[in-house]
């Protein structure tokens, strides 16, 4: 059974640029969050998606945003990169919106961004 | 705002030594409380939850955790610690009800614990 699979693991971009990352979320799961893990800090809520549409949002400005496709994989893109926005990233998938809610998130291990 | 506190950054331990790691949350209403791990290498784990009930919840590995609503407190604890339990634990709260915050699990800064063999 194959969990949450991310990619890539690790990108290097420079100030500016664009940066895609991708996640297939477990097998039979259908809810897609991402949380952005800067060093030394918890994972901090980007947003969810569900139905492929953006169903709740964190304190992240519009340059993030993400996409859900019919066979519920997800991307998040990250527009005008800053030194800041160097972190781990990661995606997490639910049966649902409530999977989160109740705790049943399963994590990928993460795309390490580095900004130069 | 919402947040969670987790009080040491870094504890190191001996192999059969008793272990408590310290969650604090800031949020009057009701709320679910969680505990992750990362093992090296790893993704995040759940590794126990609290929604209601017994305010002692036994999670996996012989770890529990204790809900103190006055202290807004939900401490992890285990008798005695082995080398495979080195770990990143993050605490976690998801507050208010489900129709308000289904995908925003707040996390605390985590806690590396070491255990000496």
């Given at each position: 059974d194959a969990g949450v699979t991310q990619s890539p693991t690790h990108l290097i971009k420079t100030r500016g640029q664009q940066v895609t990352l991708r996640c297939s979320p477990k097998s039979g799961h259908d809810t897609v969050s991402w949380y952005q893990q800067a060093l030394g800090q918890g994972p901090q809520f980007i947003f969810q998606y569900y139905e492929e549409e953006e169903r709740q949002r964190g304190n992240?400005?519009?340059r993030f945003s993400g996409h859900q496709f019919p066979n519920y994989s997800s991307e998040l893109n990250v527009n005008a990169?800053?030194?800041?926005?160097s972190a781990l990233y990661l995606c997490a998938s639910s049966l649902g919106p409530s999977g989160s809610f109740i705790g049943e998130l399963f994590f990928g291990e993460g795309s390490r961004l580095t900004v130069l | 705002a919402q947040s969670v506190s987790q009080h040491n950054h870094h504890v190191i331990l001996s192999e059969a030594a008793s272990l408590e790691l310290g969650c604090n949350y800031s949020y009057g209403g009701t709320v679910n409380l969680f505990w992750y791990v990362q093992y090296p290498g790893q993704h995040l784990q759940l590794l126990l939850k609290y929604f209601?009930?017994?305010p002692l919840v036994k999670g996996i590995k012989g770890f529990e955790a204790e809900f103190i609503k006055s202290k807004f407190s939900f401490n992890l604890r285990k008798p005695s610690v082995q080398w495979s339990d080195t770990a990143e634990y993050f605490c976690a709260v998801n507050a208010g009800d489900y129709g308000g915050s289904q995908g925003n699990l707040i996390f605390g800064k985590g806690t590396k614990l070491s255990v000496k063999p």
């Open positions: 992240f400005p519009d990169l800053l030194l800041g926005d | 209601s009930g017994d």
